[in-house]
């Protein structure tokens, strides 16, 4: 039985990982033409792609936009967190779940409706636009990380920061915000991988000046296969790895932080 | 530090009353603590002795009532500006602080110059006896230590008013008994206006100028703890402090005075009822039985010993006197007690003074 | 100090408050913090659903005829039977495949659970289109796993494994079933122990304690991974664009090629409104067997 269950794990594991089992080696291969396994071995589809104005141009265009929909979703995730886990108003569950909606509604709608009206205002093909949809793609990842580690701070803390004559500003400022610092972090690195890695919205509303790495890559796999897809794929998760790598820490550090369990020794 | 002493403010709430939704946590509750007094919040949970303190502290709007502090009307003033010391049941130290940012917080909150705050922390930590942690952390700490340190920093800025939400609840019993003589002498000297809160009788007693018993959101009785234990107002307050026996009856005149009817026909002699109530309890102590053998007593009764519990310190036997009830009764475990087999018939007595009718 | 005398306690009595206490004005505050986000989701994104949505019920007029060629015509109501077919199927599979598999996650040992639970997230993490292109590799007539079994001559002609129904199923099957294996792996490691330890020494055996302990409370798990799972089988694009034919056109292909091929936004708008449509309706069968509190575990 135990073997069984070895056995079907170990297929599960080789098939979620085929992707990179598959073209990590290829990456390594040839420039001219993509093959498994390859011939010989070399950086030399690497050196390619580092060498194209045009994929570079589009990583630039990709850092650019993920950078700035990180920034501005995490601000106004975060204001929206405070809001909606402290306050108390009529109608609060109604719009928690209006500002959670573009999480689940099909990104073909939510694609087509950005399309529709970001055209009106002659924003189509412009990065603003760009991170304009991706904020909004974003935001709700943001609230809900924040709101979760929002609520997992002890009360008593910002309790104990009034009585000390803080304001409930200053009680933000000095003990809210550092002690969900961790969360923010989670929570900027997500939305920074959600648009970063966005392909749909960015068919759709990319031009030509405004091509992000995703939706070159999509052009070349429906269009024009280019030779170097393998080494640039493994660029992208490596890239994507670190970020999760990085948002995992952070949240680990957030579950030191908040243990405070004594040791009982001595009085 | 000063050792000045009446330094504390004194504390007035007049008709506070809280309700969430249909629960009336707070239900008219009037209390006066003078300046320097150490006054405890005892009931059981829902008794509404926590959002009392949170509505004093300013955390809890209440719905009606007013809270003075120092003469001042302070129920529309927001926490932070009330100027008074609190202490948290599970410590609240901030854990992305040291200890010394932790206590200097208070200060830096009120701008006061760096070479005083560095001053006023030592001393704080000195008070409570823990001038080596400043660089650590709180998790570095073990509770007790925790508790010190919260305490040291309530006390830092020197409040008139200190408040505590079952502070020690979190530690170990033997902890817990050091920490309240530590707190009691500390909050002695310094003269600081102390309100507690706990479910704990034996703490409060232990710990109290004036005891404060709350059940369901209103007080049942207020006094000394030596008042509060000789001399219950009702069955409540009886039961929750210390143990005692309690029997249901009901006061009749009799040729010699009054007797306490009990409901199995039990006839006991008692002191004549407080006008104008008609008392439904019979109420004594487990300590203030005696062997009849022992010593005379106003009043003797004849039984039977159904129980021999060793507690270490004190020895618990329950009689089933004839007539029906069973008398809980409590002797220390002094090496001159004559063993008693259980099934002996027993005469047990008390003086009418000892017993309550309530 | 003495108790409050009778008199003062009978002064003392209950008085009114005033309409604005400070609790008020404290959830004014917050509410205000929550203004901008609820501003930006009004304009740009309930407001442009909106337009989708009278772009669709107006074409001249106020009319249904888009709504009526979606669900009349045969060749469109052939794509929504389509969409709807393979969404369930990659349901099942995902289901079939991840729930044995978190549960295996769960039963562990620390460390094996810990890299497995790292091979799920990379899985999760890794960029779609990344995924779709070594499918492609993968599949294809001329690819890995074809000339693989073409050098070990365990098949003479090339499988069809792209470019069908199969090939669709694998890619979005590969996308989808992290987000089944980490709800459930959560619940199974959430899940206590001494409940599963109880039935035994009731006497059930291992299967019946599966059955009739592990197997009920594990459901809101299975319920929150189908959801999450179907819906976004339904609004998928890419796989299929990518790894099927023609045929396997799902809906939102359907969608993209009457907006960007055939240039007719008033009938691209009413399958949208459609996609939303089914959308909604899985939700609400959602909330009506399992409530809402899962949905915020989601991220």
Redesign the interface.
Known sequence: MKVL?HL??GL??L??????L??VP?SLGSADI?E?PPRSVSLAQYRKFFDSHLWLESVATSLRVACATSMVATM??T??A???V????PGKAA?SA?????R???????A??????LAMLGLIGTEKGLI??H??LA?P?V???V??TLRGVDRSLEQASRSLGAN?LRTVLHITLPLIRPGLVSAAL?AF?ISF?E??VA??IAGTRTVTL?KR??DS??FEMEPT??AI?TL??LA??LV?VAA?WTRRAAGRLRETSPRDEEP | MGGDTARGAHVRL????KSYGQVRAVD?V?????PG?FVTLLGPSGSGKTTTLMILAGFV??????VFIAGARVT?T?AHRRALGMVFQHYALFPHMTVFDNVAYPLRMRHTPRALIRDRVHAALGLVRLPETAARYPRQLSGGQQQRIALARALVYEPQLLLMDEPLGALDRKLREEMQVELRSLQQSLGITTLYVTHDQEEAMALS??VVVMRDGHIEQ??PPADLYERPRTRFVADFIGASNCLEGKVEPASAGWEFVTSEGLRLPVDAPSAPADPRHFVLRPERIRWADDGPTDVAVNGVLASVTYLGERIRYRVQLEGGPTLIVTHPNLPTRRPIAVGAIVRVGWNRADATTL | ?P??SEA??AA??????RST???RR?????????L???L??LV??????G??LT?SVVDRGLTLANYRRALGDPIYLRVLWITVKISLLTTLVCLL?GY??AY??AE?PPRVRGT?VA?????F??????????????LQETG?IN?LLRRAHIIELPLPLMYNLFGVLVGMV?ML??FVILPLFSVFAGMDRTLRHASRTLGAGGLRTFWHVTLPLSLPGVGAGALLVL??S??F??TP??LGSPREMM??NL??NQ??QVIN?PF??AL?ML??AF?LLT?LVYYRIFGTER??EQ?
């Open positions: 269950a079907y794990g599960v594991v098939f979620l990982l085929a992707p990179l598959v073209l290829m993509a498994f106004l995730g204001m929206a405070f809001g909606l402290r306050g108390t108003f719009l209006l500002l959670i909606a573009p689940f509604v099909p990104v073909i709608i939510t087509l409706a950005f399309y529709a009206f304009l949809a904020v909004i935001c990842y609230i809900i990380i709101s979760a409930p997500i991988v890695d392909i749909v068919i759709f995703p890559m999509w796999l429906v897809l393998p794929s992208i998760v994507t790895l999760c995992g | 007049e008709g506070l009353a008219g009037s209390l006066a603590v003078g007094e709007d209440p719905d009606a009532g007013e529309a927001p100028d004036r207020d006094g | 100090m108790p409050p003062f306690l003392a009595a209950p008085r009114r408050r206490t400070p609790a404290r959830a004014l505050g917050y509410a205000l913090l929550i901008p986000v609820l930006a989701t740009l994104f309930v407001y442009p659903i337009q989708i772009t495949l044995p598999m295996l996650m562990a497995l091979v799920v997230a990379i899985s993490f890794m960029s779609l289109l990344v995924k779709n292109y070594a499918w492609t590799v993968l890995v000339t590969h079933l992290p819906i976004v339904l609004g694009f890419i664009a990518l809906l939102a969608i993209d907006v960007r936004w691209a708008s949208a996609l939303l959308t939700y949905l915020w991220v």
